[in-house]
């Protein structure tokens, strides 16, 4: 029996997201800790593009050797979040392309990632955007005790909210709707 | 299973919603696999260890290979498994082993949303119509055999207990049958009768005829073009 050979799989280029694009590259710069983290505020969210992962506080660090060698340290928000892979692709080759020799991004589990860890400019562009941001930090009682709370409309700001789905759009965000506009919208879970 | 109900859920917001589950399920996995593989020390990553092991290999716990039934039986099936698992996982965030315990600190935070996400349709379920109450009570009846098996112990289940890798299962049965007597309470059901049990799939890998069949399928691809990425 004749045997087929085993085709190989082709490769698929990485979609272009905003600010990764060959025209939006940075200028390559010095290699410092600084300039790493500057870069790093202009990677995208892949999932919600309006917040940067320093703004989502996904990043917890950078060391530089005299070698102008990065590594990053980056903790992921979900345990099966798919943008995790694509953040780390997209960390190195922003560091790569502002000069930085080589870029190695450890992941970090622990302490776990938590929306409290979203910076305040972070929660003004969830906002912005159309989402509701976390309402109150994990350390809330209300949280520890699953209290059903409610959640300020992005869009009117109305307070007579209602969750449609605890499950949302992305593993970070639930769905909800606001009976004063009666528009749906997503919240970004406290967690 | 959770993965088969996408574009079949009974509304949008469940096919969303099992989903979610299955892919925070499949996080926490990962980060296992991947340190098992480090610690055999063989070159095996997340991918060999999910791809390529027979079936007898899984040491999966039987309930969570049953088919997915109706939409009450896979509540019942999600509600059993995640009343124990987040007891499972809050107490390996006290583990002796720091990278078992910082996985399962994060993945306690998923898992406390699984349980309050079954538990509120079993809820509802039960102590809805006639027929959704039918329905769930069937689900547990035909699942409730599977769940002695999350409390037996080997030899290895019991070295990790002594040495505080993970907790002693057994200690795990009575407030695992607090949580789901106070929903079942709440839902207005009794105790499915506990008739009948069957075990072997953790400790031996015997497993029920489903398990086979869903491994030809999701390993097909990996075995036909070995080393594919996505």
């Known amino acids: ?191 | 299973r959770l993965g088969q109900w996408c574009g079949h859920a009974p509304i949008l917001e469940e096919d969303i919603a099992l989903t979610n589950v299955a892919l925070d399920l499949i996080g926490q996995a990962r980060l296992y696999y991947q340190y098992a593989g480090e610690l055999e020390g063989r070159g095996r990553g997340e991918d060999e260890l999910a791809f390529l092991r027979p079936e007898r290999e899984f040491g999966n716990l039987l309930l969570v290979e049953q088919p997915n039934g109706d939409f009450a039986v896979t509540i019942a099936r999600q509600f059993l498994f995640d009343s124990f698992n987040l007891l499972l996982t809050t107490a390996l965030v006290n583990s002796s082993d720091a990278r078992i315990a910082a996985i399962a600190a994060k993945a306690v935070k998923e898992v406390t949303y699984h349980r309050r996400h079954s538990a509120s349709w079993v809820i509802r379920l039960g102590d809805g119509t006639d027929e959704s109450r039918r329905r769930i009570v069937a689900g547990f009846e035909t699942l409730i055999g599977f769940t002695d098996e999350f409390f037996e112990s080997d030899a290895v289940d019991h070295l990790m207990a002594e040495t505080g890798v993970a907790p002693d299962l057994a200690t795990l049965r009575q407030p695992w049958e607090a949580d789901v007597g106070a929903v079942l309470a709440e839902a207005t059901l009794d105790w499915p009768a506990r008739t009948w049990s069957v075990r072997g799939g953790r400790h031996e890998g015997r497993h029920t005829e489903h398990l086979g069949h869903m491994l030809a399928e999701m390993q097909s691809m990996q075995r036909t073009y070995p080393g594919l990425t996505w």
């Open chain 1, 1 to 191: 029996m004749q045997r087929h050979p085993r085709p190989e799989p082709a490769a698929i280029p990485l979609p272009a997201f905003a600010g990764t694009d060959a025209a939006d590259a940075p200028a390559p710069g010095p290699a410092t800790v600084e300039r790493a983290m500057e870069l790093l505020a202009g990677v995208p969210d892949p999932d919600i593009p309006t917040l940067g992962l320093v703004d989502l506080g996904v990043i917890r660090g950078v060391t530089v050797d005299a070698g102008g060698r990065a590594t990053v340290r980056m903790s992921p928000t979900y345990t099966g979040c798919p943008a995790t892979d694509l953040m780390k692709l997209m960390a190195i080759d922003r560091l790569l392309q502002g000069g930085f020799s080589s870029v190695h991004v450890a992941l970090e589990l622990s302490p776990p990632w938590s929306s409290d860890d979203i910076t305040a400019d972070g929660l003004r562009k969830l906002r912005e955007a159309g989402i509701a941001p976390p309402e109150y930090r994990t350390t809330d009682k209300r949280h520890l005790t699953g209290e059903v709370q409610s959640v300020a409309c992005p869009r009117c700001g109305g307070r007579h909210t209602r969750l449609l789905s605890a499950f949302g759009s992305t593993a970070c965000k639930a769905l909800w709707r606001c009976e004063t506009c009666a528009e749906p919208f997503d919240h970004f879970k406290c967690i």
